[in-house]
């Protein structure tokens, strides 16, 4: 015995000196001369545990319990090898165990904040953070999981201050400042993010998650090349690290990437298959593909539904206790993240402004800590204000059925931060979709989706889960930058040559485009190409897109790649453009009615589809229908027809604003009489379905 007691403290030295293999061939002939002796099985264990063993590290801590059951640590050991097995219930019951023996065990407390959060049981993980907080109030990781606590809450200002904290107690560690730098970038306080990511990267250059974090950083600051090789160290770290090979496919497609985008949110599902905002990504990047296929995309959209909200069992409530009397003032709730200058803020601000109070109260449900001009005109013009992106999607289900909301409105779909599984749920009784994505969501309590007849034509209703309830004019409504420039005359004019524009983002130019585009230039001497994005701010991604079209025929002189300017710059820029050259099959939206209102129509090819249809829309709307296309050859002769008669596109610039502003797109309460017409019909056909 004398023996093993040297040997397990040699171990337990070598361990110490982070000599992780003479401390585990130590263990072993321990175990070989006594299989017993549980101090070396916990050690072992814990060997195992720190070398990815997951499966021997649990068998050894049973074998320690075997022994010696009543001994706290090797509960807590035990607990924390289940986590690694992600048996979140039994990892539980072995650290309450531990808690049972010994409940001033700051680790066990610490470790089913952990768990708890997995589960997504949020007052159980804070009850054991408070209990570790108290007990160990100057532990700088417990001041880091307070901040993460926080930052769930949706208390931003409380966990930059417990991030902060944890900083000051433990300068050394990464981890808070790559939390920091998350909740930075979220705060949209970028350079602050960037800082506090490479101070988490200065500390430990192989973090993963401040990598991802900077990453992320990179990519909103139109970096996307850089952005990619952060992602790629950080997979090279951790290859199964899902969230990475997701955001990675993100920048990836905002690059014009689009295969490549497809095949890394594929591999990232493969890995989490319940990571339901890359499963969302890849549903909605499908929507570029050429070819696209609605029947197709309908089925995707099914699978959406079945695997992230059937495998997580969540169920859609089939009673809501809503006062049912048919003509009262009704509660409409609106979900974004988007309520900002953005093209949902854009076209929502004007309805939250010419809503009948006497009819409708408005709560918005804010899913971003954004905020700016738009964000504060939206909040002047509405009842109540929630923010509620730091909630769990059951949490902000529950809020929607404690505020009594009759119609629950999503005005994101499958884009960036939604909040689909809280309407999974169906927290109101009446629910619809609107204006932020360009398809079905594919979720049956989903009832409505409000689009128009230009967009969604009779007989395509069969590719929606939703009913279709299409407005008299456009979808949406649009109110123009107060300070908005002034029209210029058609620069063609000017003798300087005819250029055309295109503003749309490079996941909606494809080479299909690209090849258009070269045949309309070849065909008009002297013309040039505008295209202004934000992807175009890298210089790889410019790089990329200018040899694509040299590669077609077209002279690089001839080209004029931009990065996007502010909002009130780039309508600037349509002074510089004769006429704009919609991408396809997924057209333009707002950039299709910011060119309208500077004098510039959109020559467009229509598709299948909403997002192959935003521009028949608005340009129809405007009166302007001749130029909208069915074939790709049909829009490269219109477009070279077209260039060839300036005079006659002069006048057409001319007038253009005018006829706009007197057309149904500014017509602000007209457009929120008859949005809120359609509210007033839903509620009457919910309440005769529930026998009022």
């Known amino acids: 015995m004398t023996a093993n007691r040297t040997a397990l403290s040699n171990a337990l030295r070598e361990f110490r000196n982070n000599d992780l293999i003479n401390a585990e061939v130590l263990c072993r002939q321990i175990l070989g001369r006594d299989s017993r002796n549980a101090e070396a099985s916990n050690l072992l264990a814990v060997i195992c545990r720190r070398t ?21 640590p090797y509960h807590l050991n035990r607990g924390l090898a289940l986590i690694d097995l992600n048996r979140a219930q039994a990892a539980v019951e ?39 907080c108290h007990m160990a109030p100057r532990s700088a990781p417990l001041a880091n999981k307070l901040g993460m606590a926080l930052r769930r809450e949706g208390r931003n200002e409380e966990a930059y201050a417990a991030y902060k904290r944890a900083i000051s107690l433990d300068d050394r560690s990464a981890d808070p ?11 949209d306080r970028r350079a602050e993010a960037e800082a506090a990511a490479r101070a988490a990267l200065a500390r430990q250059p192989d ?41 990675s496919g993100n920048s990836l497609l905002i690059q014009g990437r689009l295969g490549e985008a497809i095949s890394s949110y594929q591999k990232a599902l493969e890995i989490s298959p319940l990571l339901a905002p890359c499963h969302s990504s890849l549903v909605f990047a499908y929507n570029y593909v050429p070819g696209y296929d609605p029947a197709q995309s309908f089925r995707q959209h099914l699978e959406w539904e079945r695997v992230q909200v059937g495998g997580r069992g969540l169920i859609a409530a089939t009673t809501h206790p809503n006062d049912r009397s048919p003509d009262r003032p009704l509660r409409v709730g609106y979900v974004s993240p988007d309520f900002h200058r953005h093209p949902v803020g854009f076209f929502l601000e004007p309805v939250l402004a010419h809503h009948n109070s006497t009819q409708v109260e408005v709560i918005c449900y804010s899913n971003s800590s954004k905020s700016d001009d738009i964000n504060a005109q939206m909040r002047s013009h509405v009842q109540m204000w929630r923010d509620v992106g730091g909630m769990t999607d059951p949490a902000l289900a529950n809020l929607v059925r404690t505020d009594r909301i009759d119609i ?84 063609a004019l000017a003798g300087i040559g ?31 190409l505008l295209m202004m994005t934000h992807s175009l701010g890298d210089s790889m991604t410019n790089e990329r897109v200018r040899a694509s079209l040299v590669g077609y025929g077209v002279e690089t002189e001839r080209l004029h790649l931009q990065p996007a300017a502010s909002p009130k710059d780039v309508l600037k820029w349509y002074n510089k453009v004769d006429l704009a050259l919609d991408s396809f099959p997924y057209v333009g939206g707002l950039t299709t009615i ?48 077209i260039a060839k008669a300036p005079e006659q596109l002069g006048q057409l610039r001319a007038g253009l604003r005018a006829r706009m502003a007197a057309g149904p797109l500014l017509d602000w309460a007209g457009f929120t009489q008859s949005l809120e017409e359609h509210y007033r019909t839903m509620w009457h056909t919910w309440c005769r379905s529930v026998g009022c």
């Open 94 to 132: 072995s650290l309450r165990n531990c808690l049972a023996l010994n409940a001033t065990m700051v680790d066990a407390h610490a470790a089913l904040v952990d768990v708890f959060t997995i589960m997504g049981d949020g007052p159980s993980a804070r009850h054991h953070l408070d209990a570790a």
């Open 408 to 491: 629950l409105v999503d005005l994101t779909g499958h884009t960036g931060s939604h909040r689909l599984l809280a309407f999974a749920q169906k927290p109101a009784p009446i629910q619809m979709t609107w204006m932020g994505y360009v398809n079905t969501t594919g979720l049956k309590a989903m009832d409505y989706i409000l689009t128009d007849s230009f967009q969604t034509p009779e007989g395509s209703s069969q590719h929606y889960t939703e009913k279709v309830v299409r407005m008299p004019h456009d979808y949406v409504c649009y109110r123009p930058q107060e300070d908005s420039p002034d029209v210029a005359p058609l620069p």
């Open 177 to 187: 400042y790559s939390n920091l730098s998350e909740l930075l970038l979220e705060l």
């Open 498 to 528: 005819f250029t055309f524009g295109c503003f749309n983002n490079l996941a909606k130019v494809n080479d299909q485009v690209l090849s258009a585009w070269a045949t309309i230039l070849q065909a008009v001497p002297g013309s040039r």
């Open 594 to 641: 910011e060119a309208l209102w500077m004098g510039v129509p959109t020559v467009t090819l229509a598709g299948v589809g909403i997002a192959g249809r935003h521009s028949v829309s608005h340009l129809s709307n405007c009166g302007l229908s001749e130029f909208i296309t069915g074939s790709v050859a049909e829009y490269c002769d219109l477009a070279v027809r």
């Open 52 to 72: 990815g063993r997951k499966e021997e590290a649990l068998r050894l801590l049973d074998r320690a319990l075997s022994v010696r059951p009543g001994f706290a």
């Open 207 to 247: 973090h993963p998650e401040a990598l991802n974090n900077l990453g992320n950083i990179l990519k909103a600051q139109g970096l996307s090349t850089e952005a990619l090789r952060a992602y790629d160290k950080a997979i090279s770290l951790r290859p199964n690290f899902a969230e990475v090979i997701f955001n």
